[in-house]
């Protein structure tokens, strides 16, 4: 079992920092957290970790590969919590200790790519816009999921997804909050008075683009299409979206200084 499977565990970096200082993309795209794989892995020992806290995330661990494992044999909304901890062998209780809402086996209520878009917008050099910093980023993080590794596990999550409205009204949600992120961060950078659309539209054109991506990755991997191939059509469909993007909002928010 893996988690946050729907991309490649190689990092990529993100736009818009110095040589040196570059930030890592994050191994897994912003709403994913776990799906199935061909076999279970031995618990991953974390540095730093003391025996009481490893127990706590190998736990945490086993929760999560066993709903993958349930969802991927029956879907999302056919599994109850009392199976998974069952399976799992433990009570429902700890699960939810762990998840306080179902959805967030599947989806990350914290997606760690928020943390990494805002940063390299924040990051970009003199010159570059928002949109393009973040534009840039949303390409260089969906690309990955090109990666052989991957494509199990973007299969496995699209199917899950799919299946699930409870998941596709989450997944929404989860990207409307990170479109919000970005968008205050715009505001604040730029001192827009109240009223002003630029932010708001500036970060809904970024994450409605990563959402295409991301649907085009699942439709594409459902399809038989990996690897390279898969790599080199994200890459494309998001440089073509980029250029929209420049086009448009090229002159908004450039970095003065």
Request: glycine content about 10%; proline content about 6%; hydrophobic content about 45%.
């Amino acid at each position: 079992m893996t988690r946050g499977a729907e991309a490649a565990s190689v990092p990529a970096s993100a736009p818009g920092a110095a040589d040196g200082e570059r930030a890592a993309v994050p191994a897994a795209p912003p709403v994913m957290r776990a799906v199935p794989a061909p076999a279970a892995k031995a618990p991953r020992r974390r540095r730093g970790a003391g025996v009481r806290e490893q127990r706590r995330l190998e736990t945490r661990d086993r929760i999560v590969e066993t709903a993958a494992e349930l969802f991927a044999e029956r879907g999302f909304d056919a599994v109850s919590v009392v199976e998974i901890a069952q399976r799992a062998g433990v009570v429902e209780k700890t699960v939810f200790n762990h998840f306080p809402v179902k959805e967030g086996l599947v989806l990350s209520t914290d997606p760690p790519v928020r943390a990494a878009l805002l940063d390299a917008v924040a990051r970009r050099p003199a010159g570059e816009s928002a949109a393009a910093a973040a534009g840039t980023f949303v390409v260089g993080a969906m690309a990955q999921l090109g990666a052989p590794e991957a494509a199990e596990g973007v299969a496995a999550m699209a199917r899950v997804v799919r299946g699930s409205r409870t998941l596709q009204v989450r997944e929404r949600e989860i990207l409307g909050e990170l479109t919000a992120a970005l968008a205050a961060q715009i505001r604040e950078e730029t001192g827009a008075p109240a009223g002003a659309v630029e932010p708001e539209l500036t970060a809904s054109a970024v994450t409605a683009l990563y959402g295409r991506l991301l649907e085009l990755a699942r439709d594409r991997v459902l399809a038989g299409v990996t690897g390279p191939e898969l790599a080199a059509e994200l890459r494309t469909a998001g440089r073509r979206g980029l250029s929209l993007l420049q086009f448009g909002l090229a002159g908004y928010a450039k970095r003065r200084w």
